[in-house]
């Protein structure tokens, strides 16, 4: 069985598709680098859980640090992280990943592989939860490891991750 991720050249800017899963919905992500993937997963994870991501404006910043045991565990980390920041009462629009670090704290290179924990330093940019301005079409309950795949060469960064709604 072929990649999925193989069919999805790496654009200029970072993009996302969805796709449907059985109860679940999942998510194409694509950029030039594997910081970029994850900020696609900031925009792709507010465009799902809204449907109308342009109602979320860039007021505020927050500071944001997750940790993952490796590229895919720290971005299903990133999602978990997003929904609770929502729970909370604050829609992040965007992320301004500042620095991705290895365990020892030396910036990640991609294909560095499993040298140890990794370490995401970003600003989450994005306003507070208000429900007369920012529907609600897909509830969430979680980001799963099922099918959690990253996927970096020549051509840019892509991966995938499946919602639990």
Known sequence: MSDPLESYPAPMAPTHTFFDHTGDYGVDLRGESYEEVLDALARAFVD?????????????????????????????????ELLFRFEMGFLVARLEVLAVLQEDGAESEPGDGPAGE?????????????????????????VTHHQASVVEDATGARARLVFDL
């Open 48 to 80: 799902l859980l809204t449907g109308a991501p342009e109602t979320v404006v860039e007021a505020e910043s927050r500071p944001l640090e997750v940790r993952g045991l490796d590229e895919e565990d720290l971005l299903v980390a990133l999602g978990n």
């Open 118 to 142: 990794l370490t995401l330093e970003a600003e989450a940019w994005g306003e507070a939860f208000d429900p007369e301005r920012h529907p609600i079409a897909r509830p969430m309950k979680a």
